[in-house]
């Protein structure tokens, strides 16, 4: 017995022990009184309420405390109230460290478990001889609720152990709390391990010597109840035990038992054996099977099904004898353990009732009778089980061996709730990660796996201690709760729960001994907890030090290694620093100044000690999105330094040059790790950097294919860890510059895999839409086939004997790939539906593929084709995601075996042919089952070939004769769920199922005792369990790849066979060639497979397509350890020479050159739904396209002879008219146009969209004349970098962009696609030649191709040259190009360098550097040339003696090319269009500006304007002349609104501008009147600008943070201003100064003010005006005021429900109000709520009046003053117009991003609406 509990003997009166009546170590809440019981003649505690949940006792006072007591049995002395409802809880420690609560109440009516609970219904008595008393004792059922009216006072006895153990598998610990709650009486409550009978008293015993049952003692004086002398304590009050031996249900019920032990123990007598009954097998035991399968433990199992047993053929049992010594068979002996799952059959010693006996170690023993049924024979009075005298010999029940037959080995993933947990080991050897609820330490030199099991969901956080002895883990869930484990053993020390909704952080102190974690209470609200983990590996309670609740949003925590009392902080627009003091957590911020409003992502300590300094003094480095990174004085808490990364340009060939501080976007840091010596940063560019800890370069960088998520350096500094959101994990070594990758891992579900055998490779298909290739030894990912945009892989299945494999899509298309020649070797569309099902036959015969529309295909896998043989329709069972073991070939090749044609139905074909050979009707083998079964998979034995095996929806296998089709054997209650995998062993002796997230092993022939075993480790659902092809493993998948091993032992069958796989070569053309291992274990992540070796070949690419956009080349991998897809590339300390890059990527990498279009980020969806109105019906027209797209490439045309002048903005072609200023706009496109195109005779223009996830890219065929398009193109998976039309006009070129480098040429009289060809290398533009119509040059990384049109025959074909650049230039970018005359062409490229080509000897003669940056347009007429770049600059040569360097034998310097001009514009350049005579041309810049060129008279004059970043708000003038926007650059600009055109523009540097306003037509406050506007800043200003006077004429400073919204007061004497912490602040706009400061929406960010007119008593409060203001909580608050008399007054407050938003939601919408126009005194509001919709409040009523339903959130909301309409900008990308009273709507999907800003102007004729930086004004006409 172990120390701590021997106070506790020989029992403890709980009620004294925490000296209840005090309340100090006891809490109470509610009705809680004491009174004194007539009956027991002393005070006792009355609970009493309505809510159980808020009257109650709770010993001890606080959940993180606990009783510590170790007793088994607990005592419970108290009286249900009459007619009421009670609950008890209790809290139960286990030896393994789980809390599980057990509760009992007679509120439950029936019994229910899970992993952490356990709920037992009550069954209250009544006094003796009543009439509930004799009408519940003939009652079976129903008798759960409340007390009756007699109801007595009662002695619960319960048994912990044998609730932990039996209903749980688990070994109780000690008792952590007890909670009684309404309605009850209570006396006392005892633990102790002495089993007591209340009948008997201590006195008793010692006067009469009544002699007590062996374990039992009387009852304590403290316990005693009252008994009158000549009464029978038995009479007076009940006595419960449990576990219970009563009858009645609910089974598994608290209820007094119909023969108690203690009804037979008396002071006249001792106890009394009853002569055993022959019973029947009970109810109980099938509930106990049901009971038992929830357990989940790895330990081995058996679910068996049998007939409903007779009685027991045995008159008379011996009788029962006692015997304490070594005669019994006790738990500790040899015997058999009841494994989970098991159907048992149990004889009741005495009446019925269930028992059930189970030591520490899940032991259950029981004899074995000749009939096979199992006897567990108790004494009623004894509380262990005792031997048998039986003249029947004693059986040892036999199991599955060995015991586990299973053991995990490895497993193939990373992540599942996050991708930033990974943690070194102190040693650095081994990396700590989790893969969804499993947490592995891999050892870095030798791979080898180490398993921590235990979550029940997935782990959202991890933590190991500086010395790696302790490992914390948190899981996510309703259910979180944290894990403390032993690292060096692996096991759990002790749980702590959390009691939050959601915990994604953890951190442990430098010592060990304090943990901090960082969650979501129920309510969404942060919560930091700290607890005292110091005596964690006693397994004890861990408390807690400190809980704080706070509204900042932390995103990293960490405890500062220099003392375990300090913390530090991150989150959006926050840093904290934290400490406990006196048992609080409290924190301060940092002043972070403008920098307030950045999102942190991460933040690391300053290491290293130096002796002449405090241990405290450090600097702390922060992270952030924007690319900011914070040096903060730990100590001063102020901000040292401030560093932005940026990006860093390539200048030329071999130098790059870093941007300044205030320029380019910011490198987003998403991780930071700090060392002594460097600091190491990953970002959302995929790239992990290494920095001094100045910054001031980088010395290693290594690129990664995803965002890198993670970052940690390991103690010594040596390594450098980095996890990516792709689902990748490795490491850098630093002194070798080697990288090398630990783990890749699928980002969703895997639905299937296959197992190459022979090659020991495993390819995977998962919900990510790709299809992977692993190696089973060393886990590392050889291939990954990405497929086409518009479908996903949904099966797949490799060749059993050669190097192919076969892939079902859910576009029907079934696929073959030859590995070994990197090809699609066939290519078949049979089905119309997904394919969910592909298989060979064992001898590679044949391919099947099952659809799910019911398709079965059968294909000759012998041929090269695998052409198709046959094809039947409605013959497999209809529905997707039926898996993939809908088919099954017989292990001979004969037969097939399938689900269909109906689910109920099983299938047997010839294999060869697919003629019909039998059907099965599953749904009609039980005929005792009242619904109709239905078949899920079907699997072939491969010794028993006329087994069939079927696993059907009612849980069951079947085996079936595959001749006759008789059942031969079932199998019930297989799993909990339903088994959705089987598989057969190839000897036929073992039989794997899979069901919810657990696998068993079975016995085949199901002749064992114990038939299975179980094993746990999924967190999600099996898909798919097959044996490995040499029967050694097992592997099984779900939500990652499980490889077990099979420790089954090997025995030689006769009758097995190897099977003889040949292919005859006459009938194939493929030369298949054996793959030895080594060929194929290229760690090289993204081959490309599926690239062709010529052009004519490319016609099969349009399956799945690597994303990489190299040539494909298998060869031995040398160095596995450090292969890697990564390029790390060192960078020279204080030199800019980079070094080749260590190791080559293969992956789509983005060229290095802002020439390359990328496509602005986008999270939105068009709703693909919508209908657009009517012609002629529509009650908006676009007007006019306010801007220009300068994210876009070559995006606008102009011809000089007919004054075609085109451009793109968003996803609207807009042609206009540079005479009049009209426009006009083509629809087509839904996605950013990204260049544009125009024949010679501009009677056609080309546009081109990029592609999404589910679509290819669009080219559009536009006619000029009348605006229509007249085809619509799509090839190209991703972007179209480039369009041309050919001289004569009769070719169009499209070229992908670098994710798929495709030339594409069309004919433009059909517009067919004559031939496409591949390029190595990225591309960036292309040009016809306009002397030739066959000739053209492409340009990219590093090469000019030209390219030669040839047309052999009727076909047509591109032959292209690739060339180098010259040595002068070295290494670079071509981006731009442009012919001059016949032979000679120019380029330009990223370092700044031109060109010039002779084009007949492919030569570069003359090389110059035209500018420092990179030059993204090159426009050439007779001797001019023009280039521009992103330096801003536009410049003009003078090239007429290029001419006459051509035939001159060496290369040129360009000394005779002269600079004529140069412009300074306002942004990179982009697109460029000159006339012939090169005077004048317009230029577009990346700030979204279009320029006319006169270099006559060296003026640039802007044509057109727009934003380049966002635009946060738009609003017209009262007087409609202008309107004015804000964007999130800082600017404010004022545009006239009948020409559009720029009048003014006010710019705030490093600010944003949130909202904008004009002053009120009504004005008074200005003293000139003039009109101004007002913008509201992201640094709490406020700024007014006059518009006449074109200056700012007022700036105050009314918020500390960004205002959100912004409105002058109706008649214009106040400025209200409303700031993101919901504070409004009234300020004068003459003054400035702050009159009033309103707090009642503080906390929430304020969405909208709005001002309106009022009469003066209206609604009952003076003033002359309403104003309400909105926040993001959904409350609404109206204000009646009198800006004159200083009045306001809140008229109205409403507050607008919603659901708690999901875990895993988007930001949610805001909420949205304004004040009617047409409809006096109402307020229209949306926000989000249960249901989409707008409401209509009235003021006067008080009521709503009306909702009218949304299809989507609303972002923005605007009402038009006549016409009762509302307009409403979706996150769908759609304007939708609404009749406000009718509820008629229109929509308009004219953006291509979602619309979040929308405006009617004052008089309601025109709309804004905003997308991003796309501006559009609509005439309003009407519904």
């Known amino acids: 017995m172990s120390s701590r509990a021997l106070w506790q003997q020989p029992y403890v009166n709980i009620f004294k022990h925490v000296k209840i009546e005090e309340w100090k170590k006891v809490s109470k809440e509610g009705d809680v009184t004491t009174y004194m019981d007539k009956k027991l003649k002393c005070s006792v505690f009355r609970i009493r309420g309505s809510i159980p949940a808020s009257n109650y006792i709770l010993l001890p006072k606080t959940s993180s405390q606990s009783l510590g007591l170790t007793g088994q049995f607990l005592y419970l002395l108290f009286r249900p109230s009459p007619n009421k409802h009670f609950i008890v809880h209790l809290d139960i420690t286990a030896e393994e460290g789980q809390v599980i609560r057990v509760s009992f109440s007679n509120m439950f009516k029936e019994f229910k478990s899970t992993a952490t609970w356990l709920q037992f219904p009550f069954l209250c008595g009544g006094a003796h001889g009543s009439v509930y008393e004799n009408t519940a004792s003939a009652a079976k059922q129903d008798l759960v609720g409340p007390a009756p009216p007699s109801t007595r006072w009662t002695c619960l006895t319960m048994d912990l152990r044998y609730v932990l153990s039996v209903y749980l598998n688990r070994t109780h610990s000690h008792l952590k709390s007890i909670k009684l709650c309404a309605n009850m009486s209570v006396k006392n409550i005892i633990t102790s391990d002495l089993l007591f009978d209340p009948g008997v008293s201590f006195s008793e015993f010692r006067q009469f010597g009544v002699m007590l049952p062996d374990g039992t003692a009387p009852m304590p004086r403290e316990m005693c109840f009252p008994v009158p002398k000549g009464q029978s304590w038995h009479h007076l009050y009940d006595y419960i035990r449990f576990p219970s031996d009563g009858t009645k249900l609910p089974f598994d019920s608290i209820q007094k038992g119909s023969n108690s032990a203690a009804e037979k123990v008396s002071p006249s007598k001792s106890p009394q054996r009853e002569e055993s009954r022959i019973v029947s097998l009970s109810k109980p035991v099938r509930d106990r099977v049901s009971l038992i399968q929830q357990i989940t433990t790895p330990k081995s199992a058996q679910v068996f099904s049998t007939k409903q047993h007779s009685l027991i053929q045995k008159t008379q049992l011996p009788e029962l004898i006692y015997t304490p010594s070594g005669g019994s068979e006790s738990p500790g002996s040899s015997g058999q353990r009841l494994q989970a799952g098991e159907e048992v059959t149990v004889v009741c010693a005495d009446d019925a009732g269930v028992h059930v006996y189970a030591n520490c170690e899940d032991d259950v023993y029981a004899h074995m009778t000749d009939s096979e049924e199992e006897i567990t024979v108790i004494n009623a009075a004894c509380p262990r089980p005792v031997s048998l005298s039986s003249d029947q010999p004693v059986k040892r029940p036999q199991k599955l061996y060995p015991d586990p037959i299973l053991k995990l080995n490895r497993i193939i993933g990373f992540g599942g709730a996050t991708m930033r947990c990974a943690v070194w080991s102190s040693d650095g050897q081994e990396v700590v990660y989790p893969c969804h609820a499993i947490i592995i330490s891999m050892t870095l030199s030798s791979g080898q796996q180490r398993f921590f099991i235990g979550h029940t969901d997935k782990v959202s956080a991890l933590a190991l201690n500086a010395s790696s002895t302790v490992l914390a883990s948190a899981q996510t869930g309703t259910n979180s709760l944290i894990r403390l484990w032993s690292y060096s053993g692996g096991v759990c020390q002790t749980i702590i729960p959390t009691h939050t909704h959601a915990l994604n952080l953890l951190s442990f102190s430098q010592s060990g001994g304090v943990l901090c974690g960082v969650g979501k209470d129920s309510h969404s609200k942060t919560t930091v907890i700290l607890w005292n983990t110091w005596r964690a590996a006693e397994g004890s309670v861990v408390p807690v030090l400190a809980k704080a609740h706070t509204d900042v949003d932390i995103q990293m925590m960490k405890i500062a290694f220099f003392d375990d009392t300090r913390m530090v902080s991150c989150g959006l627009g926050n840093v904290r620093l934290w400490r406990v003091r006196g048992g609080s957590l409290r924190s301060c911020p940092v002043n972070l100044g403008q920098y307030h409003s950045l999102e942190f992502t991460d933040l690391g300590f300053e290491q290293g000690h130096a002796q002449d300094r405090p241990v405290d003094e450090r600097t702390l480095f922060v992270s952030s999105r924007s690319g900011h990174i914070i040096e903060i004085d730990y100590v001063a808490v102020a901000i040292k330094n401030i560093r932005r990364l940026l990006p860093a340009q390539e200048s030329h060939a071999h130098q790059r040059e870093k941007q300044t501080f205030r320029t380019g976007a910011g490198i987003a840091v998403n991780s930071i790790s700090v060392c002594a010596e460097f600091c190491v940063t990953g970002s959302e560019d995929g790239f992990m950097r290494l920095w001094p800890l100045d910054f001031s370069s980088v010395f290693l960088e290594a690129e990664h294919e995803g965002p890198v998520s993670l970052v940690c350096v390991s103690s010594d500094g040596s390594r450098v860890l980095a996890a990516t959101s792709a689902g990748n994990l490795g490491y850098l070594d630093v002194g070798s510059r080697g990288y090398r990758t630990l ?822 406050y200005e003293p000139s009147g003039h009109t101004c506007v007002a913008g509201g800043y992201s640094d709490g200003t406020v700024r007014i600008f006059s518009l006449e006077s074109a200056e700012m004429v007022l700036k105050l400073q009314p918020q500390p943070v960004s205002v959100c919204a912004l409105q002058y007061s109706h008649y214009g004497h106040v400025l209200l201003s409303a700031g993101h912490d919901g504070l409004i602040t009234v300020s004068s706009p003459a003054t400035g100064v702050t009159v009033r400061t309103i707090s009642d929406h503080k906390g929430a960010p304020i969405t909208t003010v709005q001002c309106t007119s009022k009469q003066y008593k209206e609604f009952g409060l003076e003033g002359n005006e309403l104003w309400l203001a909105v926040s993001s909580d959904r409350r609404v608050s109206i204000w009646a005021a009198d800006w004159t008399k200083d009045k306001c007054e809140l008229l109205d407050w409403l507050t607008f429900p919603a659901p708690a938003p999901p875990e895993d939601a988007l930001p949610l919408p805001p909420s949205l109000a304004a004040f009617s126009p047409s409809e006096r005194g109402v307020v229209v509001y949306t926000g989000y709520a249960v249901e989409k919709e707008i409401i209509f409040y009235s003021l006067y009523k008080k009521q709503v009046l009306r909702t009218i339903s949304l299809a989507d959130w609303a972002l923005c909301l605007s009402l038009c003053s006549t016409g009762r309409l509302l307009a409403v900008g979706s996150n769908q990308r759609v304007l939708k117009l609404i009749h406000s009273s009718s509820g008629r709507f229109q929509d308009f999907p004219s953006h291509s991003d979602s619309v979040h800003v929308c405006s009617f102007s004052w008089s309601g004729s025109q709309l804004f609406t905003a997308a991003h930086n796309e501006l559009l004004l609509w005439a309003v006409h009407g519904l």
């Open 743 to 1564: 783990m890749r891992s699928h980002t969703g579900s895997v639905l299937g895999f296959s197992v190459d055998g022979v090659r020991r490779r495993v390819t995977t298909v998962s919900r990510d839409s790709t299809v992977r290739v692993w190696d089973m030894d060393t886990m590392q990912q050889l291939y990954d086939f990405v497929p086409d945009d518009d479908e996903s892989p949904c099966s797949v299945a490799f060749h059993p004997s050669m190097p192919l494999f076969t892939c079902g899509s859910s576009s029907g298309t079934v696929r073959v790939f030859d590995i070994q020649t990197s090809s699609l070797i066939a290519q078949h569309r049979q089905h119309m539906g997904s394919v969910e099902s592909v298989i060979y036959s064992p001898d590679g015969q044949c391919l099947f593929s099952a659809g799910a529309l019911g398709y079965l295909v059968l294909y000759n896998s012998s041929e090269n084709d695998h052409h198709v043989v046959r094809v039947l329709g409605n013959a497999v069972a209809r529905g997707e995601s039926r898996g993939p073991e809908t088919l099954a070939v017989s292990s001979d090749s004969r037969c097939l075996a399938l689900v269909g044609p109906t689910e109920h139905i099983v299938t047997i074909m010839e294999a060869q042919s697919l003629n019909e050979l039998l059907r099965v009707d599953v749904s009609i083998l039980d005929v005792e089952s009242s619904t109709l079964d239905s078949a899920l998979n079907v699997c072939f034995s491969p010794t028993s070939l006329s087994h069939l095996l079927v696993t059907t929806s009612a849980n069951k296998i079947l085996w079936i004769d595959t001749h006759t089709g008789q059942l031969l054997r079932q199998v019930s209650e297989v799993h909990k769920h339903q088994c959705v995998s089987l598989a057969v062993s190839e000897d036929g002796r073992y039989l794997l199922t899979a069901g919810q997230n657990c696998l068993k092993v079975w016995d085949y022939d199901m002749r064992l005792d114990v038939n299975s075993q179980v094993f746990i480790g999924h967190s999600e659902p099996i898909r798919q369990v097959r044996f490995t092809p040499d029967q050694m493993g097992v592997v099984t998948v779900g939500d990652a790849l499980f490889f077990w091993d099979f420790l089954a032992p090997r025995q030689e069958i006769p009758h097995c066979r190897s099977l003889a796989i040949s292919v005859s070569p006459h009938k194939s053309a493929h030369s298949w060639v054996e793959l030895n291992v080594p060929e194929l274990s290229n760690e090289s992540p993204r081959e490309a497979l599926f690239q062709p070796s010529s052009p004519p070949a490319m016609k099969n690419s349009e399956g799945f397509l690597c994303d990489s956009t190299a040539e494909l080349q298998l060869s031995p991998t040398h160095s596995p350890k450090h292969t890697s897809f990564l390029r790390v590339t060192e960078w020279v300390t204080n030199e800019d020479t980079p070094t080749v890059p260590a190791n080559q990527s293969r992956t789509a990498i983005r060229p290095d050159c802002y020439k390359h279009f990328t496509p602005r980020f986008k999270t939105t969806v068009l709703d693909q739904t919508v209908v657009a109105p009517p012609s002629g019906q529509a009650g908006l027209s676009l007007k006019v396209v306010i801007g220009y797209n300068g994210n876009g490439r070559n995006n606008m045309v102009w011809n000089p002879d007919t004054g075609l002048f085109v451009y793109s903005c968003g996803c609207v072609v807009v042609v206009e008219d540079l005479h009049t200023g009209s426009q006009r706009q083509w629809f087509g496109h839904t996605e950013e146009i990204s260049t544009l195109a125009v024949t010679h005779d501009a009677q056609t223009v080309a546009s081109a969209s990029g592609g999404g996830v589910s679509y290819s890219s669009l080219i559009c065929i536009w006619n000029v004349s009348d605006g229509s398009c007249r085809n619509r193109l799509s090839y190209h998976k991703g972007a179209v970098q480039s369009l041309t039309f050919s001289r004569d006009d009769m070719y169009l070129l499209s070229v992908g962009d670098f994710s798929e480098p495709v030339v594409a040429l069309w004919s433009t009289r059909s517009f067919e696609l004559l031939c496409t060809v591949q390029i190595s290398v990225p591309l960036h533009d292309a040009s016809f030649c306009p002397f030739t119509a066959n000739e053209l040059t492409l340009v990219g990384s590093s090469a000019v191709v030209f390219t030669r049109i040839q047309t052999p025959g009727n076909g047509t074909e591109l032959q292209v040259q690739r060339v180098g650049l010259p040595d002068a230039v070295g290494q670079a970018e071509v981006t731009s190009l442009c012919y001059n005359t016949h032979h000679i062409l120019y380029t330009g490229t990223n370092s700044g360098h031109v060109c010039v080509w002779d084009c007949n000897t492919q030569r570069c003669f003359v090389t110059w550097e035209a500018d420092g940056g990179e030059i993204g347009v090159i426009v050439c007429r007779g001797n001019k040339l023009v280039t521009g770049s992103n330096t801003k600059k536009l410049r003009l040569w003078s090239v007429a003696s290029v001419q006459n360097l051509m035939n001159s034998t060496g290369q040129a310097d360009g000394a005779q090319v002269e600079l004529e001009q140069e412009l300074l514009l306002d942004g990179t350049v982009v697109s460029a269009a000159f006339d012939n005579a090169m005077d004048m041309g317009i230029v577009g810049t990346t700030a979204g500006t279009l320029w006319y060129i006169n270099w006559a008279d060296s003026t640039s004059i802007r044509l057109i304007s727009g934003h380049k970043s966002k635009v946060n708000g738009v609003v017209c003038s009262p007087d409609e002349k202008h309107f004015v926007t804000c964007g999130q650059d800082g600017s404010v600009r004022v545009w006239a609104l009948q020409s559009h055109e720029l009048l003014v523009q006010f710019q705030v540097l490093n600010q944003s501008c949130e909202c904008v306003c004009w002053t009120p037509p009504r004005g008074v």
